[in-house]
């Protein structure tokens, strides 16, 4: 499955920003898909994630309250809705995904079988 993110950009602190995530050619039905951040020079970090089974969503404690994440009543996209965003959350934002029936593993949503090549974002005034 290729997964290709879109939405980043450069925005204001305070701002809101929201990307999408695609799968060309297929829909993302029965998979779980998740958002991670890899802000300059650390690790990748997982954001947010969207069980496949049930809606269950989950969110990391940095975002949790001003990101939400969403799917289209067809299943193609993925949302990640983020307000209120600072400077700590430029970076690399990726989508990924599990192969059918997977499921969001907590604590940092592991698991995920496929990945997208990000989409940056910039917070800065």
């Known amino acids: 499955v290729q997964l290709v993110e879109s939405g980043g950009g450069l925005v204001q602190p305070g701002s809101s920003l929201t990307l999408s995530c695609t799968a060309p050619?297929?829909?993302?039905?029965?998979?779980?898909v998740a958002w991670f951040h890899q802000a300059p020079g650390k690790g990748r970090e997982g954001v947010s994630c969207l069980n496949g089974d049930d809606g269950a969503t989950y969110y990391g404690a940095s975002v949790a309250g001003r990101f939400s994440i969403s799917m289209n009543t067809d299943k193609t996209t993925v949302f990640l809705q983020m307000n209120s965003l600072t400077s700590e959350g430029s970076g690399v934002y990726y989508c990924a995904a599990t192969l059918p029936g997977g499921l969001c593993l907590l604590p940092d949503y592991y698991g995920m079988s496929f990945w997208g090549k990000g989409t940056q974002v910039t917070v800065s005034s």
């Open positions: 050619g297929t829909t993302l039905d029965d998979r779980t």
